[in-house]
């Protein structure tokens, strides 16, 4: 039988419902001779078409743009607006403030000693002496650093402190012990750095005397 009516054979075959089966067989298998509906085509045919449609304008013409430039995009929006937010903040942020205004304000030192309790208190201990009380009078040093031993390693004014916190340990030191501080304001908003300078300032009276 030609290729052409064993076609037909098999489309009517398939139009009364019966089933046709190929001529070979390979270890007992054999193989079903109809025709695909249409509805298979359609869809086979249609992402073929939008294969190819998509192919051209994605990838040729470059209408849409790739997830690492949507990525970038959001990434740099991102840091514009932190940027913005620390610009704020530093504008209307000096020592006199952190000292007369911020340390002073019962919400900002209550603000500052939460975000100190939920962040901080691994390195530099709940009673900030970086020290931790393990029973029989005995105590393990924390990797950071007393914030009550009246040193300030990277300046001792409020503004030092704020920056300290914000950037983390300078570029160019080797830390504490090997062991550096983070950048915060990678994390948190600067108005949180600024209520935690506060907390410190106001732990710390001595350092940071009232006028
Ligand atoms: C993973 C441990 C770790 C955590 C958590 C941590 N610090 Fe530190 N911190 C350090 C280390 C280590 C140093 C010393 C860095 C250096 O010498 O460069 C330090 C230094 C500091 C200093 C300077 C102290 C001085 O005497 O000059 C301040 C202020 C400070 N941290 C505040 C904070 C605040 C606020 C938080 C919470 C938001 C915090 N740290 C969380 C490890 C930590």
């Not at 970038?72 to 704020?88: G, N, P, S, V, Y």
């Not at 504008?91 to 100190?116: C, Q, V, Y």
Request: aromatic residues 12%; contains cysteine.
């Amino acid at each position: 039988m030609s290729e052409e009516t064993e076609a037909h054979k098999a489309q009517y075959a398939s139009k009364k419902g019966e089933v046709v089966l190929r001529d070979h067989e390979y270890d007992g298998i054999q193989e079903y001779d109809q025709t695909l509906p249409n509805w298979w085509l359609f869809v086979f045919f249609g992402s073929l078409l939008f294969f190819f449609g998509y192919w051209i304008a994605y990838y040729q013409l470059g209408w849409s743009k790739t997830d690492g430039e949507k990525i970038d995009q959001a990434m740099e929006r991102i840091e514009t607006a932190k940027k913005k937010a620390l610009d704020e903040m530093l504008a209307k942020l000096d020592d006199r403030a952190l000292i007369e205004e911020w340390s002073t304000n019962p919400e900002h030192i209550a603000a500052g000693e939460e975000i100190f309790q939920a962040n901080c208190i691994a390195c530099h201990g709940q009673d900030l002496s970086a020290k931790i009380d393990i029973g029989g009078g005995q105590s393990v040093n924390l990797p950071g650093l007393s914030l009550t031993d009246g040193e300030w390693k990277y300046g001792s004014k409020p503004m030092d402190v704020f920056r300290l916190i914000n950037e983390g340990t300078p570029a160019g030191s080797d830390g504490h012990n090997g062991a550096k501080m983070e950048a915060w304001g990678q994390k948190m908003p600067p108005i949180q750095i600024a209520e935690l300078t506060a907390f410190l300032i106001s732990k710390n009276p001595k350092d940071f005397p009232q006028p």
